[in-house]
């Protein structure tokens, strides 16, 4: 078996990535003492709401970064599942497969990522729905909920405050969940550590006969 070293994060996208984790724990904890204020004592009301708020912009911030980084150096096709579905449907089959069977009994992984191909096609799918419509739609709703009194008219039209607090909230939820199932799609590696390195160096060791 030979090792060889394959390049799949540029630093930029690691800086990215390290900030973008920061933000999301920072907006998780804050919301949830803003959410069950009566419950957790981590902090004052206020704080939590400014922070809250800080972390949010931040966030923004961070999505304008990631967009204009992956649009200029024409790395965005990684996060495009492929169109043709009788490509693309057999190959999210054969992932699936090893996910709920095949790493269990030692299979290799069918996908092999490198820098230009660096997600299989449920990671696609996946980061796509996340990036292109989840988190848009999650910073909208922040944004809205950010100065109420400003937004009015638009929430009006969404369906008053508690429809767009639901959705912010339900969005919330989603997010946590995929965190839990990102964490562990990171110990699949090789080793158990093998991909959260390489989100550090930038570099990742695949094996060959």
């Not at 204020?37 to 206020?46: E, H, Q, T």
């Not at 800080?54 to 996060?79: C, E, H, N, P, R």
């Not at 008053?160 to 946590?176: D, E, P, R």
Request: include cysteine.
């Amino acid at each position: 078996m030979k090792m060889h070293r394959v390049e799949l994060h540029p630093l930029p996208v690691r800086i990215w990535h390290w900030a973008n984790a920061f933000c999301f724990f920072g907006l998780i904890v804050t919301g949830a003492q803003i959410r069950y204020r009566g419950i957790l004592d981590w902090m004052s009301f206020r704080t939590a709401v400014d922070l809250h708020n800080q972390f949010g912009f931040l966030l923004i911030a961070l999505f304008l970064v990631w967009a204009a980084y992956y649009l200029s150096t024409g790395l965005m096709k990684v996060y495009i599942p492929d169109l043709n579905l009788l490509r693309y449907i057999p190959k999210a089959f054969q992932q699936a497969k090893y996910y709920g069977y095949g790493i269990f009994i030692g299979e290799p992984n069918p996908h092999h990522a490198t820098r230009d191909h660096k997600f299989n096609p449920m990671q696609q799918m996946a980061y796509f729905g996340i990036m292109f419509l989840l988190l848009p739609l999650q910073i909208v709703s922040g944004v809205l909920l950010w100065d109420i009194d400003r937004f009015a008219g638009i929430i009006d039209r969404l369906g008053g405050i508690k429809a767009v607090g639901s959705v912010h909230l339900f969005l919330t939820i989603v997010f946590v969940a995929f965190l839990f199932v990102h964490v562990y799609l990171t110990t699949l590696g090789p080793t158990k550590l093998t991909h959260i390195k390489a989100m550090f160096t930038g570099f990742e060791e695949e094996g060959s006969l």
